[in-house]
């Protein structure tokens, strides 16, 4: 949640890595210093783009989870509509349910 703060509330800039860790040094469950190591390792970036390439027709948009039980689904949480076209207006959000993404992870774990 706080990379998607950074990017559409603050305007940061979050392709660049020191922006990501930095974001994630006030995270306070994530090892900012792990995650720096991993980025620069790209242990994780074969894996993310293969699933990226099976995957890409089916994204709908930001976040769409893909679990590894087959799974997915789109902004979950979240209701929402549009005013004016999409693309053109703004989304408006109906419903927010801070849980869901606490469901997505746990069930994820499970799978």
Do not use: K
Request: proline share 6%; glycine share 6%.
């Amino acid at each position: 949640m706080a990379i998607r703060l950074a990017f559409f509330r603050d305007s940061r800039t979050i392709s660049l890595h020191h922006v990501l860790v930095e974001i994630a040094s006030r995270c306070p469950h994530v090892d900012a210093e792990v995650l720096a190591e991993t980025l620069d390792a790209g242990t994780a970036r074969a894996a993310m783009m293969r699933d990226y390439r099976t995957h890409a027709s089916e994204v709908q948009g930001s976040p769409h989870f893909f679990l590894p039980d087959g799974t997915d689904i789109h902004n979950p949480g979240i209701s929402l509509h549009w005013v004016g076209e999409p693309g053109a207006g703004f989304p408006v959000v109906d419903h927010d349910d801070p849980q869901a993404i606490r469901t997505l992870v746990e069930h994820a774990a499970q799978s």
